[in-house]
């Protein structure tokens, strides 16, 4: 039970025993003008209560971030066209710090499993399907540098040491000691930024060459922050409470003030990201929360009863349907049945009855259970609107993989209707 506490207290980036503060997604338009940075039209993607952090780009249209649902972290991706968020995985264990492996369909991520047992593990972004990536290092952060090479910070004692690890030799090799949890491909360059603690007054930033070892000092961190970005190879990003804060290399002689987001209900900055071309930046931040504990007289105590409702039908919905989807997918027939009402009805969209009944919808799913033994449901994408979830399924059957829509309707506590979509 230590080692947990501690796997945790570093995979989070604070101490565990400290009453924590609501986190948020926050994304703005970023505009640079020569030396002059913008920030616009600010949003929170996230509205999560709970941890919502470690924001990336899995590309121009979708964000990658870990999220609590259900009392766990998991790998959430936001859709800026459609501003909707789905789940990437459905592991057992939390998962950290999500970002795209180059070249690959594949999503990385910390997984902190429930035994205390903490690795960097890789996603399929076809199927689900994850696989360990190091094995023998208890990575807490880290980035890659080109689809083979990962840079990291790993727990040794209670220090965070720099390893960069090949995954096609299968080595890993210690480069620098005490170093922080902020790792960033360096733009237009071979070279991996780090954040250095080996100066406990000071920390800096410095860069490392994967390949041969090398390392340079580049700059010195705001003073007790260790979290930056790049905007291009020469201007750097990093922020301190509700401040954004640049510094431009070999032109200005400290950081400077650009931004104060405290209009956003931003409190403390955490995290900054940009995308490729640095017209978005992500910031993870902790906020400003309000909490009524009076009923002005302006307030319908009735509206309030129904959105409540509403929150909890939805949570239950999903739990439910989650439950079922993995009971689908181990084929135990008896408890993919328990979640079904006695007169559940299945549909092929839009309203072609396809089965109707417990009884009957049993031994279509008994045979389809025994008849495919690789049977594995992987959801692309959830919507959840009351007691409705909209799934996005790719399925797994006798080698062969196909898509689908399934509609699900929860009454009661159990499944009513399914329509599905093919």
Partial sequence: MKLFAILFAFVLGFNAGQAQSD????????????SKIELKNGKNLSNNKGYDNQASFLNDRYILFASTRNAQTDIAKYDLRYNSKSWLNFSE????????????????????????????YAYSMSNGESHELIQDLVVAYYTWFDEYIIVSAVIEGDDLNLYVTNLQDGTNRKFATKVGRSFHRIPNTNLVSFISKENENQWQIKSLNPLTGATKVIANTIQGVEDICWLDGKTLLSGKEAILYKLRLQKDNDWNQIADLSSSDITNITRIATNSDASKLLVAAEITVTTNTETSEETNPTQTEDNTKTSTETTQAEAIVQRNLEAYNARDIDAFMKDYAD????YAYPNTLQTEGKEAMRKSYSDWFNRVPDLNAYIKKRIVIGNKVIDEEQVTANGQIFNAVAIYEVENGLISKVTFIQ
Avoid at 93 to 99: C, I, K, Q, V
Avoid at 104 to 119: F, I, M, P, W, Y
């Fill in 93 to 120: 264990g939390g998962e950290y710090t999500p970002l795209k492996i180059p070249n690959k369909n594949e999503v990385s991520a910390v997984r902190l499993d429930t035994d205390g047992k903490q690795r960097l």
């Fill in 343 to 346: 007169d559940v009805k299945l």
């Fill in 23 to 34: 986190t948020e997604i926050f994304i703005f338009d970023l505009e640079a003008n020569n």
